[in-house]
């Protein structure tokens, strides 16, 4: 399984960016994914969350309304389009994906995740 992550860069507060996660290596059929995000000196946190499973998206109450989780079944490719973009949206963003059955409370969990992209920096100034 491989996970490519792209799209991030400086914007302004306000302003708009679409990370992708293109993925290889499983039939794109049954897995959860996630997007998480890191700054220094603090724990990886989930943002956004989508499994095959269930159908079922799920998003950090820091992110709803301004984040949306997306796949392209045809490109294996997952994004997250960030609106509204502030500057504590400063961050390096990783995709994961796990292929076993995620329980929810589980799945903006980063510990669930088996496999991770290497991710992408993400600035947004004020």
């Known amino acids: 399984v491989q996970l490519v992550e792209s799209g991030g860069g400086l914007v302004q507060a306000g302003g708009s960016l679409r990370l992708s996660c293109a993925t290889s290596?499983?039939?794109?059929?049954?897995?959860?994914i996630g997007w998480f995000r890191q700054t220094p000196g603090k724990e990886r946190e989930g943002v956004a969350r989508?499994?095959?499973?269930?159908?079922?998206?799920d998003y950090a109450d820091s992110v709803k309304g301004r984040f949306t989780i997306s796949t392209d079944n045809a490109k294996h490719t997952v994004y997250l389009q960030m609106n509204s973009l502030r500057p504590e949206d400063t961050a390096v963003y990783y995709c994961a994906v796990d292929l076993s059955y995620l329980e929810r409370y589980r799945l903006l969990q980063p510990e669930s995740y088996e496999y991770w992209g290497q991710g992408t920096q993400v600035t947004v100034s004020s």
């Open positions: 989508f499994t095959s499973f269930d159908g079922s998206f």
């Open positions: 290596g499983f039939t794109f059929d049954d897995y959860s």
